[in-house]
């Protein structure tokens, strides 16, 4: 059974950092990506990695802020958020699919989420 648990998530002041973490289980992915949604808003893609890590790709809001990265033999992957702004509040998925690509609906697999809430 395939299964994505996400954690780290937690409340920080702006400018504040915070380390979030997906932990893979029931097999191994091509590609690990982080997606968040906040209230009233679509699901969009912050950043992902593939099996090598030697490509990432980020969303231009976060790009030289958050750092994703992947732990192989752990089979986790972790997005370390630096300088964080009141707009980056939103629930924070992890997800797993064979390509890098931003279109969430393409990912085949998902996990439950943890919130991040950024006060300004």
């Known amino acids: 059974q395939v299964k994505l648990v996400e954690s780290g998530g937690g409340l920080v002041q702006a400018g504040g950092s915070l380390r979030l973490s997906c932990a893979a289980s029931?097999?191994?992915?091509?590609?690990m990506g982080w997606f968040r949604q906040a209230p009233g808003k679509e699901r969009e893609f912050v950043a992902g990695?593939?099996?090598?890590?030697?490509?990432?790709y980020y969303a231009d809001s976060v790009k030289g802020r958050f750092t994703i990265s992947r732990d192989y033999a752990k089979n986790t992957v972790d997005l370390q958020m630096i300088l964080l702004k009141p707009e980056d509040t939103a629930v924070y998925y992890c997800?797993?699919?064979?390509?890098?690509?931003?279109?969430?609906?393409?990912?085949?697999?998902w996990g439950r989420g943890t919130q991040v809430t950024v006060s300004s």
């Open positions: 997800a797993a699919n064979p390509f890098l690509v931003t279109d969430p609906a393409a990912y085949d697999y």
């Open positions: 029931g097999r191994s992915f091509n590609v």
């Open positions: 990695i593939s099996w090598s890590g030697g490509s990432t």
